[in-house]
């Protein structure tokens, strides 16, 4: 089946520096995906979306990168703050078929922010 | 800005009790959608609810659980006679459509402890 799964579980950063937060995906009829944060206790909030037919998108401080010759994902996050601390889940979203209506989520990076 | 709301916040039930969550979506999103949280786990999908009727549902989504639309607002998760192993988070989520660019929004979260 799909899955959708992170490289890495942990990320400590120094604030100001840049953080690289990656997924992996495996199912390759995915053609949406978006980046969430997970603050403590609190549910996801989209960070920024990215679809197949694009290799890079740029928001507020982040980017998404998208490879799908490897079937890679990253979000690239600038300056890197305190506030940035939660945990971050990729989703990938398979539009149409009988699987199109909902996403897949990854296991989640924590990304920890050392001031 | 418009949001996914949950009630109740936190919900301690015992075993074999009945619970149900609510959540009223955001209200020109047809899409709904209830996914659950293990403490520490990944965001896992339930079940999807599109003009009044489920339009996907996971293996976790067994008999014990239903899913509701009663009015034009509210959504709710009826977990029928509770276990232990279904303590988590339940997230309510929507979308507007489910084309792509169409982001999923999460509620808060509602914390189910069955003891």
């Known amino acids: 089946g799909e899955s959708v799964g992170l490289h890495l579980p942990t990320l400590s950063v120094q604030e100001g520096d840049n953080s690289i937060i990656n997924c992996a995906y495996s199912n390759s009829a995915s053609d949406y995906f978006i980046w969430y944060k997970q603050e403590s206790g609190k549910g996801p909030q989209f960070i920024i979306d990215i679809r197949s037919n694009m290799d890079k998108r740029q928001g507020q401080r982040v980017t998404v990168l998208l490879n799908k010759t490897v079937k890679h994902l990253s979000l690239q996050i600038a300056a890197t703050q305190p506030g940035d601390s939660a945990v971050y889940f990729c989703?990938?979203?398979?539009?149409?078929?009988?699987?199109?209506?909902?996403?897949?989520f990854g296991t989640g990076t924590s990304l920890t922010v050392i001031p | 800005e418009p949001e996914v709301t949950q009630t109740p916040s936190h919900q301690v039930t015992q075993m074999g009790q009945e619970v149900i969550l609510r959540c009223v979506p955001i209200?020109?999103?047809?899409?709904f959608y209830w996914y659950r949280q293990i403490l520490g786990q990944k965001v896992e999908f339930l079940v999807s609810f599109y003009n009044n009727e489920i339009s996907e549902k996971s293996e976790i989504f067994d008999d014990q659980f239903s899913v509701e639309r009663p009015d034009g607002s509210n959504f709710t998760l009826k977990i029928r006679s509770t276990k232990l192993e279904d303590s988590a988070m339940y997230f309510c989520?929507?979308?507007?459509?489910?084309?792509?660019?169409?982001?999923?929004?999460f509620g808060e979260g509602s914390w189910l402890t069955v003891v």
């Open positions: 989703a990938e979203n398979i539009v149409g078929g009988n699987t199109g209506n909902q996403f897949y």
């Open positions: 989520a929507s979308r507007r459509d489910r084309g792509i660019g169409n982001t999923i929004y």
């Open positions: 209200s020109n999103h047809l899409y």
